[in-house]
C-alpha cells in the first residue's frame, strides 16, 4: 500500500522560501507520476506542479511557474517542493498526490489514487 507523508510547512513572510517533502513507501515509484496540489479554505484542491519519477520531467500552473520547483530523489523515494518569492495567495493545505502509470501529466485531484495527509503554509503579508 502507498503511503506519502508531506512535511515542512510553516509560516513565513511574503517573499521567503520554504521546501515541502514528501517521503513515499510501500513501492517502487518508477512508474508513477508525483504531484503537488494546494486548497486554500473555501476553495476548491488546485494544480501545483507534477513530475514524472523515472524521467524527472515537470508541469507547473502558470500561477507558480517561475517561483516553485518539484524535484525528487529516487534514493530516499521522496519528492520536494522548492517554493520561493512566496505569497500571501500561496497560502493553502499542500498535499501531495500519486498515481502510477498514464500518458502525460494529471491535473486534477480525481486522477491520482494515493494521497497524503496535507501540511499547511501560511504566508504572511
Known amino acids: 500500500q502507498v503511503q506519502l507523508v508531506e512535511s515542512g510547512g510553516g509560516l513565513v513572510q511574503a517573499g521567503g522560501s520554504l521546501r515541502l517533502s514528501c517521503a513515499a513507501s510501500?513501492?517502487?515509484?518508477?512508474?508513477?507520476?508525483m504531484g503537488w496540489f494546494r486548497q486554500a479554505p473555501g476553495k476548491e484542491r488546485e494544480f501545483v506542479t507534477a513530475?514524472?519519477?523515472?524521467?524527472?520531467?515537470?508541469v507547473y500552473a502558470d500561477s507558480v511557474k517561475g517561483r516553485f520547483t518539484i524535484s525528487r530523489d529516487s534514493a530516499k523515494s521522496t519528492a520536494y517542493l522548492q517554493m520561493n518569492s512566496l505569497k500571501p495567495e500561496d497560502t493553502a493545505v499542500y498535499y501531495c498526490?500519486?498515481?502510477?502509470?498514464?500518458?502525460?501529466?494529471?491535473?486534477?485531484?480525481?486522477?491520482?489514487?494515493?494521497w497524503g495527509q496535507g501540511t499547511q503554509v501560511t504566508v504572511s503579508s
Open positions: 513530475i514524472r519519477w523515472n524521467s524527472g520531467s515537470t
Open positions: 510501500g513501492r517502487t515509484f518508477s512508474s508513477y507520476r
Open positions: 498526490a500519486a498515481v502510477q502509470g498514464g500518458l502525460g501529466f494529471p491535473r486534477t485531484p480525481r486522477q491520482y489514487d494515493y
